[in-house]
């Protein structure tokens, strides 16, 4: 057990004494928990070993799967990364800081432990306040995963972040909820095409607008099967598991109505041999289960993907604590946008548990 001390932070206006603290215990080789834009990290100082090893340990993270590196200024880019394409200097002046990670080439300063011993480096500059502050406080770019028990959800609030590391970190920053609720879009430049490795908070089709050609977009980055490890070492774990069963179904959701009714007999069917399901559906079908007496995690509207990815993992961590549920159905949704990336989280989530309706 490790002594871990809570430190709120005012997103909007962090206060530097406070971000002071924080990053002493970067300095000493601690690790914090820390809020980004998309989900909390646990972060480390890059250079130190002793204290990257900790975060895996924390985490239970499994040492062949590498952490990105978190930046606050363009310097901190060369010092970490070597031959940086064009096409990573427009991505970066465009969308930086911002929720886009680009794999690169891997300079010698960064050990062998942040990048599981690969030769590439993933990188980027969160848009937080408070991640930044932290970056610059600490004088070193930050390695962070995710700042959940390995498998499990991402952290969209620090309670999550309590829920799951407390006791096992030295510090958690609590400042309040994040902004995208889902992970930072991975584009893989070491490529030609480049790779689209984890769709996320920044929209693909942005990113092929500034590139000006498309992203390769393997199956696993869609959710569907596991990844070729060469490509993606994260990729090949069950990510994002609640604890209980969860079916993803897919189905026509231009007729939206149908679509929904067909889910609810799936629903319905479950209940039928003794389960107690819950769905994990939008605004505008809640009502069929409703009305059947299912009972509803609403994750947000159609028309605004944006709010779903920013209430999932929130949704997938209710699913867990609601005694009087046995199992949850998610509704899927468009591969547009945001929903690549809210597709990608269900099906993996679910263990790959997919019924097309
Ligand atoms: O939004 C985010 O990206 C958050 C916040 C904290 O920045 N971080 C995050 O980290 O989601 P993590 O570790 O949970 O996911 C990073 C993914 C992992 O699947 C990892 O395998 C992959 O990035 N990755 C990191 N370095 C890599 C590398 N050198 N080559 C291939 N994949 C890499
Ligand atoms: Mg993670």
């Not at 930050?142 to 999550?160: D, F, K, M, V, W």
């Not at 994002?240 to 629903?267: M, S």
């Amino acid at each position: 057990m490790v002594e871990t001390r809570i430190l709120r932070i005012d997103p909007e206006r962090p206060d530097p004494a406070l971000v002071r603290e924080a990053a002493e215990v970067v300095r000493r080789g601690g690790i914090v928990a820390f809020p980004t834009e998309t989900v909390y990290g646990l972060g480390a100082d890059t250079y130190n070993e002793a204290a990257v090893r900790k975060v895996f340990e924390a985490k239970m993270r499994p040492v062949d799967n590498p952490l990105i590196v978190h930046i606050a200024d363009f310097d901190q880019l060369y010092e970490v990364a070597v031959d940086v394409p064009p096409s990573a200097a427009s991505l970066a002046s465009r969308f930086w800081p911002g929720p886009l990670t680009l794999l690169l080439r891997k300079s010698a300063r960064v050990p062998g432990v942040v990048t599981a011993n690969r030769d590439t480096v993933a990188v980027r500059m969160p848009a937080h306040p408070v991640a930044l502050a932290l970056i610059r406080e600490s004088g070193v770019p930050i390695a962070a995963p995710s700042a959940n028990l390995a498998g499990r959800p991402s952290p969209t609030t620090a309670e999550h972040v309590v829920r799951d590391l407390y006791g096992r970190v030295d510090l958690i920053i609590d400042s309040g909820d994040t902004v995208y609720g889902v992970e930072s879009t991975i584009v893989d430049l070491t490529r030609d095409p480049p790779v689209l490795l984890r769709p996320g908070a920044m929209p693909v089709e942005e990113v092929e607008r500034v590139l000006g050609e498309r992203l390769v977009i393997p199956p696993f980055a869609r959710g569907l099967g596991m990844a070729d490890a060469a490509l993606a070492p994260g990729m090949k774990y069950r990510h994002y598991a609640p604890l209980k069963r969860l079916t993803v179904v897919e189905g026509d959701y231009t007729n939206l109505d149908g679509y929904a009714r067909k889910v609810l007999e799936v629903v319905l069917d479950a209940a039928t041999r003794g389960s107690r399901p819950a769905v994990l559906c939008s605004t505008e079908t809640a009502d069929i289960y409703r009305a059947a007496g299912i009972r509803v995690v609403e994750l947000g509207p159609r028309s605004n993907v944006f709010v779903v990815a920013r209430n999932l993992f929130k949704a997938l961590r209710a699913i867990d604590e609601m005694p009087d549920v046995d199992e949850a159905f998610a509704e899927g949704f468009e591969e547009k946008g945001l929903g690549l990336a809210v597709m990608n989280r269900l099906r993996k989530a679910s263990g790959f548990t997919i019924v097309r309706v």
